[in-house]
């Protein structure tokens, strides 16, 4: 039986590779693992599973974040009068 981190870990791994469907697994992991080293420099093999797993969190949230301000930039853009029309 795995933790519960580690079960966190996995279901934000398949969300992220969800994202990045290009990217093949090891490049998930290293991505991520430099991500980590913003918090601290840390060596790969010494990355706390908290570390890791709020890494791809963080990561995910500036995703999300970024694709809200895309779509409401997008969204009002649309709804706003062409230049040189009334």
Request: aromatic content about 8%; proline content about 6%.
């Amino acid at each position: 039986m795995i933790g519960p981190t580690r079960a966190d870990i996995m279901h934000a791994l398949e969300e992220l590779s969800q994202q990045h469907p290009n990217w093949r697994f090891g490049q998930l992991v290293v991505n991520v693992s430099v991500w980590a080293r913003e918090w601290g420099p840390v060596e790969f093999w010494d990355l706390e599973d908290t570390a890791f797993l709020h890494a791809i969190q963080t990561h995910l949230e500036q995703q999300r974040n970024l694709n809200n301000q895309t779509s409401t930039t997008i969204h009002s853009s649309s709804n706003s009068p062409s230049a040189g029309h009334p």
